[in-house]
């Protein structure tokens, strides 16, 4: 059994200044040089792309002083902040598919890591590119050129910069306070000093939080943890194109706030829904507030065609350990792969559940390294091409004997029954004429897509009367094989194969 432990911000805010010191970035700027202030946990400029592009970063555990694997040199041009290069000692490089970790202490231009502008293509130089992907406030302080400078240093102040898609918003020096100033009078006179650290405390904590989160999510009855990518943004946040600005615009009218939205998700069939989007606004994981998805208002729920990519679910219980810090025990542990929203493949460890909860259970391919397919381009689409039998999988008294059955079982939900749509399905037909591995191949959003899964719901209890496919020689073979229906009243009809 494996434990996950949540620890409550306020322990994670001890941790975090017990580690504030970190390796600072360092950004050029009008000939002077400033480190760019960073707490632990919050995510710098490099991160940021990662978080922003889904990617799995490259950068590993430097020390206790650089948890975050990397120091970065900035530079603003032209009013715009550019990445000019990246310190490393641990980072992984990928040679096709392989992924190797090195122990090399390497300085490289951002392309040697993969990071690119993400709407410009042409940088300054060879060797810098624009950040456009970052947002939020960068905190300077100068680096005197030579140690005389140093007794002068705090003079200088501290300088905030409000950047919005790598261009400078606001620039706003901080003097030191004189000793016999009061503080407090002196913040009052400059209220912009006063909201660029509001906003910069938003933007931690926002981070913070939604890094932290564990997602909700149900299949095929059972409860559990959607993990996403370690030190990325929830899976909700994807939603928003992981660009905060969309998000704060879409769901708080262009108010820069602290809260992270994170989701209850649901998995219908093989697709992906946003059964509603709640907020995290509290001091613990659990302080959430549920709220309104404004995705879809005319759904219940919205078909997550945004969401792509490799997930684990973690199925278990909570509980708590003896300093009341509540712990999440794993009994199973789930690997799905998702694209445009649909699930594509999926694998249990260390098993599935129980067999009545796992429709595919008892399905199995007689030769994995021998699969066979009908000619169907929506289905070559789902499942990749293979060759073609000589015989087609069919069903056992033809086709009128399928049509037969689905008249006697009609779609129940009355919101099918006042629709008119076409649905289409793609499944294997082993060599024992078993039937399994359904996946809709139709296109179609929304409600649309919800009414697909009822049908695939439906078909997937149809009689295992299959006749297999065959070769040239007449020896059965598992052969993939699509169904075709036109819903009308809720009732499957005109049903049809290849």
Known sequence: MKKILLIFFIFGAAITYAQKEQDCDTLLWNGQK??????????????????RTGQYSPFNFWSSNNNRGHIATLEIINEELTLKNIEAKRFKTRKGNLW??????????????????LNKTEPFDDDMIIADWYSGILELVYIPVNPKEQKSN??????????VKGKILENTLIQPQDKTSNKKNANQQQPE????????KAFQTFYTRCASDREIVIYNGHKGLLDHIPNGLSLAMKYYNNDPLEYYEKCH???IVDNAPFGEWQITGDSLFLNKLEMHTGLDLFSHKESNPSINAKEKRAFAYWITGDYVIHYGVWDTNGFGIPTYTVAKTQ????????V?????????????????ASFDICNEGSIWSVDDKQLAGSIGEYPRPKKSPT??????????????HPLTDDRAKERLFRVRLGFLVNCKGEAGQWRVISKGKGELFEFANMVKELVETLPQNWEPATDKKGNPLDCWQILEFTVSDGILTNANYK
């Open 34 to 51: 400033y480190t760019v202030n960073i707490d632990a946990y919050v995510p710098s400029v490099v991160t940021v792309y990662f978080q």
């Open 100 to 117: 190797t970790e090195t122990g090399i202490d390497t300085v490289a231009e951002p392309e040697y890591f993969g990071i690119t502008s």
């Open 154 to 163: 705090k003079a200088k102040g501290r300088r905030y910069l409000y950047i």
């Open 193 to 200: 000093i006063l909201e660029m650290q509001r906003i910069q």
């Open 253 to 255: 009218d262009g108010k």
């Open 335 to 342: 690997k799905i792969r998702i694209k445009e929203g649909r």
């Open 344 to 360: 594509v493949s999926s694998s249990f460890s260390p098993s599935g559940f129980d067999e009545e909860d796992n429709k595919d």
């Open 395 to 408: 069903y056992k008294g033809n086709k009128e004997a399928l049509r037969n059955w689905f008249l006697n």
